[in-house]
């Protein structure tokens, strides 16, 4: 029987993450270690972490970062103005707030501008998830101002500005810098190439750990763009295509935590660039699920229970808390059957795994698709 671990006091912060596919159905000299096309028809950027970060060190993310306050600034409304501006700024009708487990305490109080003027979520993550792009990774999603509505083909990304390195150490070191870089091209973000794909709650693990509301943003291009890795943050990149980078993942050469596992998974759904494209168009409106993986740890590993599981509760001591067994994964998985979980094999921490797999039975909901189920390292089933 599972029961919880000592809880800790959590450190909070809302996040966007962007998840960036190329279109490669011919050989990109720009990415000569992977010139040739893959069977998918696109790759995702996938950045690789320092291993001095305090976040997941030397895993391969895909970019991505906190919110600051000059992401929400009223600022931007000048550079919008006068073609587009609140309530929507041209994105449509507001997605539906879909009700999730679980309610989360204030997160990092001032750190962001709670102004009532200030931009919308949905605007400020968008911008958020833009300006880490150019910052971890020089890719910079624009679009000059115009008053021609944004048409629904994949974008494309605009070629890096003169002084990319000072440019980039400006933003870094106050991010209001990205509102002037974006003023000085005459450019605004292109919000509207970014599409809602989910969002991650970072789980419980430890006492003090940081913990991170995260929206992630899908964002088809209709080619890769050069990317320049700042060597703070980021060390070094990849383009890889689903089925890629779980090779790269089965053979040790990439480490990915479990939200970029099961997203990775996810996108191996679909066959081609113009499908992913077209799926996230037909979904938009649908709004995504929040999730909060609750982690079991067992004696050969841990499980990170996703909602729809059946040993998933919704239970706010999870907030603070895991729960732990003394019963080996493949116990847990034969007593089961309704399964929503990742699970990592002898290991308690993400770089020591001999095995990570995806269990899933349940259904989709709001027009999305889950991974198929999947393991790697059979042999520790």
Known sequence: ???????????????????????????????????QPPAEGFRVLLLQRSASQGFLPGAHVFPGGVLEAADRSTDWLRLFAPHHGPPHFGLGPARPQRAAFPVLPNI??????????????????????IREAFEEAGVLLLRPRSPRAPDQAPGCALAPPPALADWRARVRRDPRYFL????????????????????????????????????????CLSEPPPVFPDLVEVVGCQWSSPSEAIESLTSKEILLAPPQFYEIRRLGNFASLSDLHKFSLDRESEGTERWMPIILLTADGRIHLLPGDEMYLEDSNFLENCMSTEKRNEEIMNEGKKFHRIVLYNSHSYGDYTGYSIHVTVLPKY???????????????
Do not use: N
């Open 1 to 35: 029987m599972s029961v919880p671990v000592r809880p800790g006091p959590s450190s909070w912060r809302r996040a966007a993450t962007l998840v960036l596919a190329a279109g490669w159905t011919r050989p990109v000299p720009s990415a000569p270690s992977r010139p």
């Open 108 to 129: 990092q109080p001032g750190a962001v501008d709670e102004d009532a003027a200030a931009l919308p979520d949905d605007i400020a993550f968008r911008i958020c998830a």
């Open 180 to 219: 002037s870089l974006c003023a000085q091209l005459d450019c605004t973000p292109d919000i509207w190439a970014l599409r809602h794909w989910s969002g991650w709650i970072t789980p419980f693990s430890r006492p003090g750990g940081r913990r991170f509301e995260t929206t992630f943003f899908l964002c």
């Open 367 to 381: 027009k999305h698709v889950y991974p198929k189920s999947f393991v790697v390292g059979k042999s520790h089933l």
